[in-house]
């Protein structure tokens, strides 16, 4: 979705997308391609999947099939896997340990113990507003411990360790998961 395009960039405009307008214009996409490029495929069931912020471009293309292409495609549904569906409720999926749990960096008896016992959090440096070369979460990833005990330190230093500083919060090491 998106590829950092759009025709006001042509005349030194800048792009506004929003998505619903990635929606219509994907919306374009899919009639373009059943209508003009391969018609004998319009008559095949069609689904849209997809993952992550899929939970808000796919339903939102979904509605604009359903309300503007009714009869020129076979659309039977939709699929969303590990959806982004509201940033505010799903906060704690940005954070680095909830991230390394759920991609299998962190066992269920070390997830549990860091994030319920210890309270630890490793928010990244986006969700903290630190995007930049000057950004460093070691002072913050290190202080959360001072006045924990020793086992929760233990565990904090080998998710540290496991998972590349939480998965590179510096920017020279930084992984592509912000």
């Not at 994907?26 to 999947?49: C, G, Q």
């Not at 759920?102 to 959090?121: K, Y």
């Not at 986006?126 to 086992?151: P, T, V, Y």
Request: one cysteine or more; a positive charge.
């Amino acid at each position: 979705v998106g590829y950092s395009y759009c025709a006001a960039t042509i005349s030194g405009g800048k792009c506004k997308n929003t998505d619903r307008s990635t929606a219509a214009a994907n919306r374009a996409a899919v009639r373009d391609f059943f209508t003009s490029k391969f018609p004998e495929l319009a008559r095949n069931p069609f689904y849209i999947a997809g993952e992550s912020y899929a939970g808000v471009y796919v339903p939102t293309l979904a509605q604009e099939i359903l309300q503007n292409l009714n009869g020129v495609l076979n659309f039977k549904g939709l699929m969303v896997g590990n959806p982004c569906t509201d940033n505010e409720m799903q906060s704690e999926s940005m954070d680095m340990i909830w991230y390394a749990h759920n991609a299998g960096f962190l066992t269920d008896q070390a997830f549990n113990f860091l994030w319920n016992t210890c309270g630890a959090r490793s928010p990244s440096l986006l969700r903290r507003g630190q995007w930049g070369f000057e950004a460093s979460s070691n002072e913050f990833l290190s202080d959360q411990f001072l006045n924990k005990s020793k086992a929760c330190k233990l565990a904090h230093r080998k998710f540290m360790l496991t998972t590349s500083k939480a998965f590179s919060q510096d920017w020279r090491f930084r992984w592509v998961n912000d």
